[in-house]
């Protein structure tokens, strides 16, 4: 079963827009990180976020996590053509030993000029 | 050139065919690990790695086996393929802790007929 699903499953906006997604999990974990992938490439980690912390900003990216709720937010803002990409959460098990990783099934979020 | 690649990339066999995917990383990371892609699924973890002769089972090992006799490869062999192999299969790699950043291979896309 998946730790993480990503909501929406596909979006799709506007170059200059803010784009919004959204991340929920099941068990407690140590930290929550988002990955990205181009089409027919592989996975390339954006951001980790402990789960100690609320939140976290890396150049037009902004990362919220709320463990009471077991949710995480990616906002990527002013998109470009080039943020077109597939967006994954990855998530560890704190109640399992939390040894792995495990993704969720991504947001596909198309940014047309 | 230094990083994580995955040979072959492509790949078409057929039922019943043993079939190995390779995977090597210049880094000496500790912690490497195979995962598969399927639409819907988002990436499942097959099998991962601690160190050189350390494995475990990730969400779905069943009709795979793996070695590690060097920290550097990590190969993933599919001993009698069948059509539900048929996915596209990421080898990642990381060091310090399994749950860190990982960096991941560009993938092989592995078609069983």
């Known amino acids: ?113 | 050139d230094a990083g994580i690649t995955q040979s072959p990339r492509y790949k078409i066999t057929e039922t019943g065919r043993q079939v190995t995917l390779m995977c090597h990383q210049t880094w000496s990371h500790s912690y490497m690990f195979w995962y598969r892609q399927d639409l819907g699924h988002g990436l499942r973890l097959i099998y991962y790695s601690a160190a050189a002769d350390i494995t475990d089972k990730g969400e779905v090992p069943d009709g795979y086996v793996v070695s590690r006799s060097k920290t550097e490869n990590f190969p993933l062999t599919l001993e009698s393929a069948t059509r539900s192999q048929t996915s596209v299969y990421f080898c990642a790699s990381t060091n310090g802790r399994y749950t860190g950043e990982l960096f991941f291979g560009e993938g092989s896309r592995l078609t069983v007929l």
Not at chain 1, 37 to 42: E, K, L
Not at chain 1, 56 to 73: E, N, P, Y
């Open chain 1, 1 to 113: 079963s998946q730790q993480g699903e990503e909501d929406p499953q596909a979006l799709s906006i506007q170059e200059g827009e803010n784009a919004t997604m959204n991340c929920s999990y099941k068990t407690s974990i140590n930290n929550l990180q988002w990955y990205r992938q181009n089409s027919g490439r592989g996975l390339v980690h954006l951001i980790l976020i402990r789960s100690n912390e609320r939140e976290k900003h890396s150049g037009r990216l902004r990362v919220t996590l709320d463990t009471s709720k077991k949710s995480s937010s990616l906002l990527i803002t002013a998109s470009r053509a080039a943020d077109t990409a597939s967006y994954f959460c990855a998530t560890d098990d704190a109640t399992g030993g939390g040894n792995k990783l495990t993704f969720g099934t991504g947001t596909q979020l198309k940014v047309e000029l």
